[in-house]
């Protein structure tokens, strides 16, 4: 069971360049979320989706686009990346959406902007 | 919205110490968790941790749900327990986390 999975694991980008961030679960979790890390700091939430086809944002999302056509994949993309987006990158799934379920994290994605 | 708050910031331990972290967070939770970030940045889930007390070989996690805190307790600390320990509730519906800033763990041989 693989459980969360993120690629790449490292990506160096310029300005102005655009990407996608993937994410895909195998254990078929309704709720799935994108998490940016800074530097000393804890978590904080970019999007998150309760369904296919359903996404709302978090409390950084400035930036970046998301989608979730299937259950199993939801993909994070940069539009235009900017230095302030130097981060590490963190998908989560849980089973469902409601408060009292277990979180689960891929392996992060280093992204640097330069 | 909801406040989490980890102390201490920094925790510097002699192998073989035990010590404990807390948790505090400033409305009523439907769960928590604890998660242990490696020194490699993966983030590895310790306890889900609602309320009551769950144990797991070195650790224990227990949560006042009342009284809003939750504590770790890590006995007998070694070297690979090094690392920066989170907890997260969720908040504003769904099961969107907010994380402390985390608690830096260093265990020194």
């Known amino acids: 069971n693989a459980g969360v999975t993120q690629t790449p694991k490292f990506q160096v980008l310029k300005t102005g360049q655009s990407m996608t961030l993937q994410c895909a679960q195998d254990m078929n979790h309704e709720y799935m979320s994108w998490y940016r890390q800074d530097p000393g700091m804890g978590l904080r939430l970019i999007h998150y989706?309760?369904?296919?086809?359903?996404?709302d944002q978090g409390e950084v999302p400035n930036g970046y686009n998301v989608s979730r056509s299937t259950t199993e994949d939801f993909p994070l993309r940069l539009l235009s990346a900017a230095p302030s987006q130097t981060s590490v990158y963190f998908c989560a799934s849980s089973y469902s959406a409601g408060l009292n379920t277990e979180a689960f994290f891929g392996q992060g994605t280093r992204l640097t902007v330069v | 919205g909801i406040q989490v708050e980890q102390s201490p910031p920094d925790l510097i331990l002699q192998e073989g110490a035990n010590s404990t972290l807390r948790c505090n967070f400033s409305?009523?939770?439907?769960?928590l968790q604890w998660f242990h970030q490696n020194p490699w940045g993966q983030l590895i889930n310790l306890f889900y941790?609602?309320?009551g007390t769950k144990q797991n070989g070195r650790l224990s996690a227990t949560t006042v749900a009342t009284e809003r805190y939750s504590l770790l307790y890590i006995s007998s600390s070694q070297t690979t327990d090094s690392g920066v320990y989170f907890c997260?509730?969720?908040?504003?519906?769904?099961?969107?986390?907010?994380f402390g800033a985390g608690t830096r763990l260093a265990v020194h041989p």
């Open positions: 997260a509730v969720p908040s504003g519906g769904y099961n969107k986390l907010i």
């Open positions: 409305d009523s939770v439907n769960n």
């Open positions: 941790i609602p309320s």
């Open positions: 989706s309760v369904g296919a086809g359903i996404t």
